[in-house]
Every structure is written in C-alpha cells, then in structure tokens.
T-cell receptor, first 111, second 115 residues
Framework: RKEVEQDPGPFNVPEGATVAFNCTYSNSASQSFFWYRQDCRKEPKLLMSVYSSGNEDGRFTAQLNRASQYISLLIRDSKLSDSATYLCVVNGWVSNYQLIWGAGTKLIIKP | SQTIHQWPATLVQPVGSPLSLECTVE??????LYWYRQAAGRGLQLLFY??????ISSEVPQNLSASRPQDRQFILSSKKLLLSDSGFYLCAWTGSGRRYQETQYFGPGTRLLVL
C-alpha cells in the first residue's frame, strides 16, 4: 500500500459544479496534513492545512477522518482557474522533517 | 517578503556529465532547506534537507549530493548523471520552527533531462 494515495483523475467538471476528492494515508500516527495545488509545469503552492476539526477557506473545505485515515478536499462553485493538480501531503514518520507527497489528483474545469 | 530562487530553469545534460543546481533564499534567516525531485506523474520525493550551514541529511541513497555553504544557499550536485536522474527538481524552505508543521515554500524548479 502506498503511504499516501490519491486518485490521479483527471476529474472533468463543469464550471460552477462542486467536486470532491479524497486522499488516504497509511500511518495512523500522522499529525500534519496539507493540500497543495500545482499548476502545470509549476511549483506546488500551499492551498490549505487540514485540521482535526476541518477547515474552510472560501470555496474550499478540507476534512480529516482519522478513523478511516483519509483527508478530503471539497471545492464549491468551481472556477476555470481551479484547474490544476491537487497534492495531498502528510508528515512522515522516519524523520521529523519529512513530508510524504501524494502523486496528485488532476482537476479540469470546463466552461 | 521572502523569495526563493532556483537556476537554471531548464537543463539538458548527457549521461555521465556533472550537475550543479543552486537555490538561494532571500528575506529570512536560518531557514530549513529542502531538495525534492518530481518524476512525471509522481509525487515529490525528498532528496535532502538541511537545518543549518554544513548540515545535510539524505533521505534517499543515490548518486546525488547536497551542500549548504551559506545560510541561505543550498546546492544539489552530481559527479555523473544517470538517465534516471531526469525530473523536476524543486528547492523549498520552511521556517526553523516546528519542522513538518511548517508550510513549505518552493522555488520555480529546474527541469532536468538527461540524455
């Protein structure tokens, strides 16, 4: 089983729709969770951290489910500019400086 | 504000040639610095990290090495490149505080193609 697993997609979604995707992680002791966004041929940028209580930032909502070991990202009222690859990131367990990165879920918003 | 620079943006190198990629950070002191590699369609793989000058930790054994000669400079090197070294190389920094809890800020990356 991969340490951090994501559906690679692509998710093809019409503009204005709501889309959600999950990410599963293998280590139940993980403490830090993030969603990063990566545009084509660009560097990743932090979208949001994921807290135990869940968090919301505008149209984006992140949730953590420790029992089932997954985090989710919900995007409401999707915009064309939301088209990107969304990377799930979990802290590693070998080193305190290690982050484990998923391969990403590609999202394409269509007009 | 903090900025992170990487160069070159793109590099095409023959197998067996040496490599040197440089990363510099501005606007912060004593950052933690990281080198990642991203293969096509894959997640980021941590190669090296550094918590201070001359302090390098390797996450993956390979033919690459890293050095940190100055507080805000991080260099990735290889004496002889392999085909498998091709990829997107990203440098990142975080504050020197809470390690994995910190947001990572990335440079623009270097696309390396080894032929």
């Amino acid at each position: 089983r991969k340490e951090v697993e994501q559906d690679p997609g692509p998710f093809n979604v019409p503009e204005g729709a709501t889309v959600a995707f999950n990410c599963t992680y293998s280590n139940s002791a993980s403490q830090s969770f993030f969603w990063y966004r990566q545009d084509c041929r660009k560097e990743p940028k932090l979208l949001m951290s994921v807290y135990s209580s869940g968090n919301e930032d505008g149209r984006f909502t992140a949730q953590l489910n420790r029992a089932s070991q997954y985090i989710s990202l919900l995007i409401r009222d999707s915009k064309l500019s939301d088209s990107a690859t969304y990377l799930c990131v979990v802290n590693g367990w070998v080193s305190n400086y290690q982050l484990i990165w998923g391969a990403g879920t590609k999202l394409i918003i269509k007009p | 504000s903090q900025t992170i620079h990487q160069w070159p943006a793109t590099l095409v190198q023959p197998v067996g040639s040496p490599l040197s990629l440089e990363c510099t950070v501005e606007g912060t002191s004593n950052p933690n610095l990281y080198w990642y590699r991203q293969a096509a369609g894959r997640g980021l793989q941590l190669l090296f990290y550094s918590v201070g000058i001359g302090q390098i930790s390797s996450e993956v054994p390979q033919n690459l090495s890293a050095s940190r000669p100055q507080d805000r400079q991080f260099i990735l090197s290889s004496k002889k490149l392999l085909l498998s070294d091709s990829g997107f190389y990203l440098c990142a920094w975080t504050g020197s505080g809470r390690r994995y809890q910190e947001t990572q800020y990335f440079g623009p990356g270097t696309r390396l193609l080894v032929l």
